[in-house]
């Protein structure tokens, strides 16, 4: 574990609104910024950034804390794991430890592994004809084949693997990696007799593979196993290169496949990009909203299609993303589509999408059904302006009284908030309140450290109810006084709620806030005093324990006595 200096080294040369509003898009509010948190689907931005102390923390799921925390939180990496990435954007050396080394070197071995790998799928793709027939025929020039890196994967058993292992890759790790497979016989290459596609992720680095069977075998495509490096839902196919394009047009094209992502950028629509061989995730929402806002489906036009595409807005419009839809006509896909209409016919496609009122109503039900489905799509967008004009448009589309749109969607977003609220808690969500008093004098204590001195011999670390705001105090009460130092010493809920208080507007008033909190305090733990007592002196009553009981009751008339 690096020292603390080392880690407020990191800090200072990162500052933190820079760093979040690469992952969220932040807008300035006062002395802070704000923004929807990635962490929870809100509606109401509750994320609030300080450049001044340097942290985050969101209102309305509680977390907080600095650079690190948001790295481990968001991108799920281990803390060793976001303070070596944070060190080397900021350019400071750290001492390895062996295990973190074990871990980081396992990493690279799948990672050269890999660039290996890709070495050979592409030598094989330029000696095999038959490959390099199949994707002519399918409209994917030389120039789109090196774009992408495609290459082939031989039919015989274990080419690949021959080939690794003379470049001195262990069986067993290039089994780890998922390349090949144990099976009765023996180990075989995973991907055999397929179009390889790499999957790369954002720096460019190359941590899986899809494959595409040329041969008509089962499955049509393959994708590598999640490994170390690779988890299919955080990955996006062809954002590595469309990033650039999508920042600069300012809408991501969401289409279904490999394929479909390599015609569109062939014909100048490099802003594409797909998931792997699954649905979209929350993950792949929060992922583009990293660079836009606005994203567009552009997915098959059969019926399969249209269920997938209503299944990826919903999860998109939960991320924040402001969605909109291609409509191909029926049995087209975007890759036949450009292949027959060319760039220019996509265009036009393109400058006139489908909201998502208008996508429903191409659905072949009855005005009731489509109601019912559009609304509980329009309550998952985080704008309530946004949601109120598509009610309204909703109601002008299927010609009923928008006072009865409007009931039917405060129904739906009734039922869903209901459904929150008695669901079990989800990680992440708030779900205590934490006594005010104590709450108070811990940020009086950070905003007034000189106060610390009347507090001692006062109260103590047993007088608090939460255990958060205890531990906090022992911390004061131990000298630690300088809040980065503090924030340093505490993880999970003790993190969270010092970025919390840390954000509140300071007391106008601090003496008087400080006496009431004592006052507060003190009170509450008399009466847990007395309550205590009066059970005792009970207990000793129904006993006929009389020496007992006379000293109990002076100890009670003692309390009270100082209470008053």
Not at 228 to 247: C, D, S
Not at 367 to 382: K, V
Request: overall charge positive; aromatic content about 8%.
């Amino acid at each position: 574990m690096p020292s603390d200096s080392v880690l407020e080294e990191i800090k200072t040369r990162i500052d933190i609104v820079d760093f979040i509003s690469e992952y969220v898009h932040l807008k300035h509010a006062g002395q802070n910024w704000k923004g929807l948190c990635p962490f929870h689907a809100e509606k109401t931005p509750s994320f609030t950034v300080s450049p001044s102390k340097q942290i985050y923390h969101c209102f309305g799921c509680a977390s907080g804390g600095d650079i690190f925390s948001f790295l481990v939180r968001y991108e799920n990496l281990s803390f060793p794991e976001a303070v070596r990435a944070l060190a080397k954007r900021a350019g400071v050396e750290l001492k390895v430890s062996q295990k973190d080394a074990a871990r980081t070197g396992e990493k690279e071995i799948l990672l050269n592994m890999h660039r290996d790998a890709l070495v050979f799928f592409q030598q094989q793709l330029a000696r095999n004809a038959k490959a390099g027939e199949y994707l002519n025929k399918r409209g994917i020039n030389i120039e789109a084949q090196k774009l992408f890196s495609l290459g082939y994967a031989l039919k015989t058993w274990d080419a690949l693997l021959t080939f690794l292992v003379r470049k001195g890759h262990k069986a067993e790790m290039i089994k780890k990696a998922g390349l090949v497979t144990q099976g009765t016989k023996g180990i075989y290459d995973t991907f055999r007799d397929r179009i390889m596609f790499p999957i790369y992720d954002l720096k460019g680095e190359v941590i899986a593979f899809g494959g595409r069977t040329i041969s008509g075998d089962d499955p049509k495509y393959l994708n590598s196993p999640e490994t170390l490096i690779f988890n299919k839902g955080r990955v996006l196919y062809g954002l590595h290169r469309a990033k650039e394009a999508i920042k600069k047009t300012g809408q991501a094209l969401f289409m279904e496949g490999y394929i479909d992502v390599i015609m569109a950028h062939m014909h100048g629509f490099s802003n594409s990009v797909a998931p792997l061989g699954t649905a979209l995730t929350p993950e792949h929402g929060k992922l583009i909203k990293r660079f836009v806002e606005d994203a567009t489906l552009v997915f098959d036009g059969d019926e399969a299609g249209m269920s997938a595409a209503k299944r990826a807005a919903n999860v998109l419009l939960e991320s924040g993303l402001n969605v909109r839809i291609l409509s191909f006509p029926d049995k087209e896909d975007p890759d036949s589509f450009l292949r027959k209409k060319g760039a220019e016919g996509f265009r036009k496609l393109l400058d006139a999408p489908l909201s998502i009122v208008d996508f429903f109503m191409l659905q072949k039900k009855d005005r009731r059904m489509i109601a019912h489905e559009a609304l509980e799509t329009i309550s998952r967008m985080p704008d309530n302006v946004l949601q109120g004009q598509y009610v309204k448009m909703l109601s002008e589309k299927l010609m009923i009284n928008e006072i009865f749109i409007r009931e039917e969607f405060n129904k739906i977003r009734n039922l869903s908030a209901r459904t929150v609220q008695t669901a079990a808690p989800k990680p992440g969500l708030r779900t205590k309140t934490r006594p005010s008093e104590e709450v108070s004098l811990i940020k009086l204590l950070l905003q007034l450290p000189e106060t610390i001195g009347k507090v001692s011999g006062v109260i103590s670390e047993g007088d608090f109810k939460d255990v958060a705001t205890r531990t906090i105090f022992k911390k004061i009460m131990g000298g630690l006084t300088d809040f980065n130092e503090l924030l340093s010493t505490c993880e999970g809920e003790e993190k969270d709620f010092l970025t919390e208080i840390s954000l509140r507007d300071d007391f106008d008033n601090p003496e008087k806030g400080f006496d009431d909190c004592i006052k507060r305090i003190t009170g509450n733990k008399r009466k847990r005093q007395l309550q205590e007592l009066q059970g005792k002196i009970q207990e000793a009553e129904s006993r006929k324990d009389f020496k007992l009981l006379k000293l109990l009751q002076a100890q009670h008339q003692e309390i009270t006595r100082k209470k008053g």
